[in-house]
């Protein structure tokens, strides 16, 4: 699967971004699908997933009832819907893919990457 984030930019706090990762490869149907970030400084961590078979979701506290995940598997996009946007949410954004069974929250479990999204939050 090659991945393909797209969608960050600028934005006040309180606002609102919706980024898109395109996949490519016949497997994307059937992979867990995660979004990750890293700000400056930081390791890289959970943002959401969502499992393989695309019927269970998981979040970070920190973006719980704030951010959504959802995919369209018929084109090949995951979607990660981010509104009231605070400035603690600057970072690069990653979505991810991997061939296991069940939804994973660790960037290790994680077979493919793309290449990241910056999405910056002013105050």
């Known amino acids: 699967v090659q991945l393909q984030a797209f969608g960050g930019g600028l934005v006040q706090a309180g606002g609102s971004l919706r980024l898109s990762c395109a996949a490519s490869?016949?497997?994307?149907?059937?992979?867990?699908m995660g979004w990750f970030r890293q700000a400056p400084g930081k390791e890289r961590e959970f943002v959401a997933a969502?499992?393989?078979?695309?019927?269970?979701?998981d979040y970070a506290d920190s973006v719980k009832g704030r951010f959504t995940i959802s995919r369209d598997n018929a084109k090949n996009m995951l979607y990660l819907q981010m509104n009231s946007l605070k400035p603690e949410d600057t970072a690069v954004y990653y979505c991810?893919?991997?061939?296991?069974?069940?939804?994973?929250?660790?960037?290790?479990?994680?077979?493919?990457w793309g290449q990241g999204t910056v999405v910056t939050v002013s105050s």
């Open positions: 991810a893919a991997h061939t296991g069974a069940v939804i994973r929250k660790v960037a290790a479990g994680y077979d493919y």
């Open positions: 490869g016949r497997t994307f149907s059937s992979s867990g």
């Open positions: 969502f499992s393989p078979s695309g019927g269970t979701t």
